[in-house]
């Protein structure tokens, strides 16, 4: 495995890219006891669309996330959860719209895990009663988020901002899409995105690399094979759907998002760049260091749920922000405001530099965590990007890239407002 | 690895030096007993401190600084331990070796700390009563938001009701009507009280030696006049008449939560078999409960149990269609039979021991877990080393879990439904 060493975040990530095209990375943590490996697809509940041996096919939204509950079914009636338990390890999973993770930590018995991982990502076993069975545990889920107001208010609003990308679809489907899930449609969606090529697994622990390597050909063979090809059929401009959307709950007090839309970052140096240039933007802007944070939080606009950043899906990238508020029309109206007055006298030098320093150092803080590392160092992988590089990264931004940006984005017509107001 | 320093009468510094970390962590928290009188103010109280002082007089100023401490943060810290409840400051921050030459992120913060508790701006004798008033408006929304999540909302309504005779029964953080009434002179009357006579526990975990951080902190706790009143013990569960309770609500999904009562408690040579117990009846993907009542009877996607130790309550809950709660309600039960008559297999008792031993473990790799632990668990009255507790719990066999599982008494039920039913 290659070594790479990141001195200024005290970090070193072992890599290769197996002969089956599986890419493995280790971030040895030498004293650690916790050991954690991802084993992550490059696939997501937006990925419904795809090309696979020549033929397109068009799956129901939910499969990704069916496909996860179900990855957790082994031949003979073997219980996954079970033998990760035996060894005093955790197993789980999630589905995002664009990645689906399969992990487990443990302190003893890592090899015998990792090989479990490895084993059951790879073992597709659906049967018709089993797939039945799971649609009424993905209901009552399907159920705990139309109760949740988070969900609901942000569903929402990719329902209000985008016309035809499929974020405008909850990740877990609904109750018609996933009844039209299958066996068969989940053995195609297996078969196109759970190839190694599409595929990575990263562990973050005291390891050893080679192991690591090691077991992950054993367990998958050097064979390499062909992804499925996603397409992407939808067409965003950049304005909204609907620039508002109201919905009564359940709730205590109206809760909101709120979000500009963006042009998506694409992969790479310079999609990182722009990512972290948004982030900046994001906390210029609303964040609690602004004076639009001030201003709102003391005049009780917000309160302290209130946050925001800047988030990218494939295809897709929104600077967005929300909490409770009493008038969320009336916040809206004011990070437009801030937005038109940035844009017109910039950010001071000063500022801009503490920003940055803080941006750096709660990244590094952030390091701590094994679940944020081995999370970040997929997701930019996907992206084409090794994370433990953001260092230098925020040392070149320019404060007029953040200005330009606001100025691009901070735009009455790229902006949709979803609101949880309390029922009657 | 975990040294304890006596800075004053009743301050009691706690250092786990680790140098693996890429940040420093420290709590400062004051405890008392949990009432009724002094709950809302508690929760208040680190919000209004974390306001302003008067070298950085408003909300900007202070993440300016905390930006210029390469992005430091300080959070409110309110706690129920038991009987007590804490309250205070978390701070974490970045580990000095990756800072700019010359800078020291550690002393800055710890300076600023002492900023943020003992030089707050005074109106009248009080706190500022605006940020008083803004703080009140957000906890009470903070408070009435508990109805957001409808998991947690339905679990505080079974553990009030459960609870109506015990201090567990008070809301952690107030009641609506007691954070209205606070006004900024009494909120200030009572953080000086607590300075003066409630125990503090400063908690450390990063990479500075023990003396340092003593030496940090002494300047601060000097400036404090103490005459600590010690803490009550805490007390076992203080039982009520229980109930069967039905709360309508326009929701999708009902919640089914069942309180059972134990007298085992944390203190108790019982307390591993118990945790052993909770964990392969219903904590995590390979209890009786998530395995039987989730993927054999597909009755739920959420369920789950908590065992309270230092009060012995057990807890189970579940997110359910409203038609299956009489089902729900009997294979819980049904479950709970099978530990009692023993019907446990080997699997199911070494995994379960297996997932606490691994857990306790892990602590121990997280800045946060490690504070999170430590800094309670001296407080909480549990008497056992973590190594005790980790043998203890290899020890537990399937009798004592069983007999574990005998002494646990359903106490109450509550059940949240829909409005179309």
């Excluded at chain 2, 030496?215 to 103490?226: G, H, I, N």
Aim: hydrophobic residues 40%.
């Amino acid at each position: 495995m290659t070594k790479l060493e990141f001195p200024e975040v005290d970090e070193s990530l072992y890599r290769e890219v197996l002969e089956n095209g599986l890419t493995v990375c280790v971030v040895r943590r030498p004293g650690f006891t916790k050991k954690l490996a991802y084993f992550v697809t490059d696939y997501g509940s937006i990925h419904t669309d795809f090309l696979l041996d020549g033929q397109v096919y068009h799956a129901p939204a939910g499969v990704a996330h069916y496909l996860e509950h179900k990855m957790f079914d082994m031949p003979g009636g073997r219980d996954v959860s079970a033998e990760f338990a035996a060894w005093g390890a955790n197993t789980n999973a999630f589905t995002s719209y664009d990645m689906t993770a399969y992990y487990f930590s443990c302190t003893d018995h890592f090899p015998e895990c990792l090989r479990l991982l490895l084993e059951f990502v790879s073992t597709p076993c659906f049967t018709q009663e089993s797939v039945e069975k799971e649609r009424g545990i993905i209901d009552q889920e399907i159920g705990m988020n139309l109760d949740s107001p988070d969900s609901v208010v942000f569903d929402e609003l990719m329902k209000a901002m985008y016309s035809s990308h499929p974020i405008r679809v909850p990740i877990l489907g609904t109750g018609e899409t996933i009844r039209q899930i299958t066996p068969q449609v989940l053995n195609q969606c297996h078969r196109a995105f759970y190839t190694p090529q599409n595929m990575m697994l990263c562990v973050v622990g005291d390891v050893d690399p080679e192991e690591v390597a090691a077991i992950a050909r054993q367990m998958l063979g050097m064979e390499k094979r062909e992804a499925g090809r996603k397409l992407r059929p939808w067409q965003e401009d950049m304005g909204c759907l609907r620039q508002e959307t109201s919905r009564a709950m359940e709730v205590a007090m109206p809760m909101f998002q709120m979000a500009f839309k963006c042009e998506p970052v694409g992969r790479g140096d310079e999609a990182i760049r722009q990512e972290m240039v948004a982030d900046l933007a994001a906390e210029a802007l609303f964040g609690e260091s602004s004076e639009l944070y001030l201003k709102l939080y003391e005049e009780g606009l917000i309160d302290s749920s209130f946050g925001g950043g800047f988030e990218t899906i494939d295809g897709c990238a929104m600077l967005m922000c929300g909490g409770d508020s009493e008038d969320p029309r009336a916040v809206r109206e004011a990070v437009l405001a801030q937005g038109a007055r940035l844009a017109e006298e910039g950010l001071s030098e000063r500022r801009f530099q503490r920003m940055k320093r803080s941006a750096l150092g709660r990244r590094i803080r952030d390091l701590d965590s094994f679940d944020g590392t081995c999370f970040r160092v997929c997701a930019y992988h996907f992206s084409g990007f090794d994370y433990f590089r953001f260092p230098e990264v925020y040392r070149n931004i320019q404060k007029e890239e953040v200005q330009s940006f606001l100025r691009r984005v901070v735009q009455a017509e790229r902006c949709a407002l979803s609101i949880v107001r309390p029922l009657e | 690895m975990m040294q304890t320093i006596h800075l004053l009468p009743g301050v009691t510094l706690r250092v786990f030096r680790d140098t693996r970390f890429k940040q420093g962590c420290l709590s400062f928290q004051l405890a008392g007993p949990m009432n009724k009188a002094e709950s809302a103010m508690n929760a208040l109280l680190p919000s209004v401190l974390l306001r302003g002082t008067n070298r950085c007089p408003d909300l900007r100023s202070i993440t300016e600084r905390l930006d210029t401490l390469y992005g430091a943060g300080v959070s409110p810290l309110v706690r129920r331990i038991g009987d007590y409840q804490t309250c205070g400051l978390y701070c974490s921050f970045m580990d000095d070796r990756f800072a700019l030459p010359g800078d020291r992120v550690m002393g800055d913060m710890l300076a600023f700390l002492e900023e943020l508790l003992l030089d707050s701006p005074l109106e009248d004798g009080g706190f500022r009563g605006f940020f008083v008033e803004s703080e009140k408006k957000n906890l009470i929304s903070a408070i009435e938001s508990e109805l957001n999540d409808k998991r947690i909302y339905a679990m505080n309504k079974l553990l009030k009701t459960m609870c109506s005779a015990d201090t567990f029964g008070l809301p952690r953080l107030g009641s609506v009507e007691d954070v209205a009434a606070i006004d900024p002179a009494a909120l200030r009357r009572h953080y000086e009280t607590m300075l003066r006579i409630r125990p503090i526990e400063v908690f450390y975990v990063g990479s500075g030696e023990a003396a340092q951080v003593a030496d940090l902190l002494t300047p601060m706790v000097s400036k404090l006049e103490r005459q600590v009143l010690p803490l009550p013990e805490q007390t076992d569960f203080h039982s009520c008449p229980g109930r069967d309770e039905v709360e309508i609500m326009e929701v999708t999904q009902g919640k089914l939560c069942m309180g059972f009562v134990t007298p085992i408690t944390n203190q108790k040579k019982e307390f591993p078999a118990m945790q052993v117990l909770n964990t392969l009846f219903g904590a995590g993907m390979t209890s009786k409960l998530f395995q039987n009542v989730r993927e054999k009877l597909s009755l739920c996607y959420s369920i789950g149990s908590a065992y309270y130790g230092s009060k012995g309550i057990l807890v189970v809950s579940a997110g359910i269609d409203f038609d299956k709660e009489e089902k729900t309600r009997r294979e819980i039960l049904r479950q709970l039979e099978d530990c009692q008559a023993g019907r446990i297999t080997r699997e199911e008792l070494e995994a379960a021991k297996q997932a606490i031993i691994s857990a306790l473990r892990a602590t121990h790799d997280s800045p946060r877990a490690i504070e999170g632990y430590y800094a309670t668990a001296a407080l909480s009255g549990i008497r056992l080393t973590m190594p005790e507790y980790m043998a203890a719990v290899k020890d537990v066999t399937v009798e004592q879990a069983a007999e574990a599982a005998r002494s646990l008494e359903l106490h109450t039920t509550y059940f949240l439904k829909g409005a179309s039913q």
